[in-house]
């Protein structure tokens, strides 16, 4: 990681509760007040009572249309003139394209290049004429200095995804209701963090109401932002990102989202990319009343616990909108809790899913890929599939070409098992077939290239 400037353009407007129930009444005509469900599932799961804040029911199916509202509802009569400067991965541009269309103010939102096409084109929706949509660079970071180039050319008024306490406020309403539709301050609030505006306004709102109230905030593996800041002392610019979870991959947490949970004392998972830290860095065995704590899940957790949100409780969940309700069978959950997860975002795109059951695969350690190194003579693939293959395994990838000039030929074999069991015996058949093979490894040069 590397220290770097920041898109920071927050607003010297304080954040806490008064300004959160103001934001509550000002976006009150528009947003929804979205479903807090029990989950069966997960409440047997964990042995505590597992709702989901189901802001995937939004109007613009995520919870980014309370802070931009709430903020482009505030702005001056010369502000709407010149009209609004957004980055987003996706649902913040909804919600500010929904904004611009109903307040018929100018909009010109920069997006990353693989937002995915569904995203792209609820913008165009919602935005209509109003809304012209630019895609840039390969990360949010990247599409928000584009931006911060276009406010600096044109006097547009910039509002920023997450660091900007108008924002921040509009999402901390989700507490708000949280509080209302359940009768009390919830044992446990998980919440997913991409910038952390709402990580910092749900926080806010909820420290108001109770002391007691365990906070954790999930963020995807391949993007660590505010963990690696509240372990170097400071929001700091990832060398890199995975950006799957698009809805979470940003380089750079907000400085709003750090300064709240540094007040909240939150500590951290350890990673493998994070360097020791004896203050804030540490395993939990318990989550302490009134705790709070940054966690992560991996890509492939990620897209397991979206098949079962579809397939048991019929929830279209994107990658970012099941981080929370991912993170469950890592915590320390006692029975009995009171436990909501902020379901943030049901955007996402059917042509993903060939990807993200196969990650869901590869996590529950059911898909393995090899480069088997195969003797040109008949027979040799027959052999292969009585002597290697076990009663339960598929093959569902086999690339090979045949070289009449070679005495072996390598095919690239995926092989689906049974259960995760089924590796080892598969490796020991492999080992007396004789085939020269190699494992492709998770990870590997190879292996990314593979996926």
Avoid at 117 to 138: N, T
Avoid at 168 to 196: C, F, M, N, R, S
Avoid at 334 to 353: A, H, K, Q, T
Avoid at 433 to 451: D, F, M
Wanted: glycine content about 10%; overall charge negative; proline content about 5%.
């Amino acid at each position: 990681m590397t220290s770097g400037a920041s898109t920071d353009n927050s607003i010297a407007q304080p954040l806490d509760a008064a300004a959160i129930d103001a934001a509550a009444s000002r976006i009150s005509d528009v947003v929804v007040a979205t479903p807090l469900q029990l989950c069966e599932r997960l409440s047997g799961r964990t042995g505590a009572t597992v709702y989901l804040k189901r802001e995937d029911l939004q109007l613009v199916r995520s919870y980014k249309i309370r802070g931009a509202y709430n903020v482009m509802a505030q702005l001056t009569d010369a502000e709407r003139a010149a009209g609004v400067v957004a980055a987003s991965a996706g649902n913040h541009a909804q919600g500010v394209a929904y904004a611009a269309r109903t307040m018929e103010i100018r909009a010109r939102i920069y997006v990353p290049t693989n937002t995915p096409k569904q995203k792209r084109d609820r913008i165009r929706w919602h935005g209509g004429k109003f809304v012209e949509l630019i895609a840039i660079g390969d990360t949010y970071d990247a599409a928000a200095a584009a931006a911060l180039t276009d406010v600096a050319a044109t006097g547009a008024t910039w509002i920023h995804a997450f660091d900007d306490a108008r924002t921040a406020a509009g999402q901390g309403t989700i507490a708000k209701e949280i509080i209302a539709q359940l009768g009390v301050v919830p044992d446990l609030v998980v919440v997913p963090v991409g910038g952390g505006g709402a990580l910092a306004g749900i926080t806010t709102y909820l420290r108001a109401h109770s002391s007691k109230v365990r906070i954790v905030g999930v963020e995807p593996t391949g993007a660590i932002s505010l963990g690696a800041a509240l372990v170097d002392g400071g929001p700091v610019t990832l060398d890199q990102i995975d950006s799957f979870v698009d809805g979470a991959a940003v380089r750079r947490i907000g400085k709003i989202g750090y300064d709240v949970m540094v007040a909240a004392g939150a500590t951290v998972a350890p990673h493998p990319d994070l360097p020791p830290s004896s203050t804030v860095h540490h395993d939990i065995d318990r989550l302490p009343v009134g705790g709070s704590h940054i966690t992560h899940v991996d890509e492939g957790a990620i897209c397991s616990a979206m098949l079962e949100l579809y397939q048991n409780e019929g929830i279209i969940a994107e990658p970012a909108g099941a981080l929370a309700a991912t993170s469950l069978d890592d915590l320390p959950i006692e029975p009995g809790w009171n436990v909501v997860c902020l379901l943030s975002g049901g955007n996402n795109d059917v042509s993903r899913y060939g990807e993200v059951i196969e990650r869901s695969l590869v996590h529950r350690g059911l898909k393995h890929y090899f480069l088997v190194d195969f003797p040109q003579e008949p027979g040799a693939l027959r052999r292969f599939l009585d002597d290697v293959l076990g009663p339960d395994d598929d093959i569902t990838l086999f690339e090979y070409m045949k070289r009449n000039n070679r005495e072996t030929g390598a095919a690239l074999v995926g092989i689906e098992l049974g259960s995760p069991d089924g590796l080892g015996p598969l490796l020991d058949r492999i080992d007396k077939s004789r085939l020269t093979c190699e494992r492709l490894k998770p990870g590997s040069p190879a292996y990314r290239y593979l996926t």
